[in-house]
């Protein structure tokens, strides 16, 4: 039984940072990825991913340089770091883990998602 389960998120003003956390409960994973759904819109996209013990993370480009992935392995744990947030930022950000090979860039990919937290960024 795979668990995954988020906590951070939560409201900032423009320019503010928050911390995501995902810890994936059961099996270690292959990749992990935070997809972003907007309001009003019905699918997550691609923020960032990180597979296991990698030292190259991906990250969609218009949120490179600002915001950063970190493993734990020691206890399946991801952060995702966000700086410099911006309003365009705001939606619920998705944990999502993929157990085999393989892309790992469109949520069709992942095998099983955390419940969602809200990050909301006002101008």
């Known amino acids: 039984q795979v668990q995954v389960v988020e906590s951070g998120g939560g409201s900032v003003q423009a320019g503010g940072s928050l911390r995501l956390s995902c810890t994936v409960f059961g099996r270690a994973y292959v990749a992990l990825g935070w997809f972003l759904q907007a309001p009003l819109r019905n699918e997550r996209e691609f923020v960032a991913a990180t597979q296991w013990r990698s030292t190259a993370p991906v990250y969609q480009e218009y949120v490179r340089n600002r915001f950063t992935i970190s493993e734990y392995n020691a206890n399946n744990t991801v952060i995702l770091e966000m700086n410099s947030l911006r309003p365009e930022d705001t939606g619920t950000y998705y944990c999502?883990?993929?157990?085999?090979?393989?892309?790992?860039?469109?949520?069709?990919?992942?095998?099983?998602w955390g419940q969602g937290t809200q990050v909301t960024v006002s101008s």
């Open positions: 999502g883990v993929k157990m085999g090979g393989g892309r790992f860039l469109y949520p069709h990919e992942y095998d099983y």
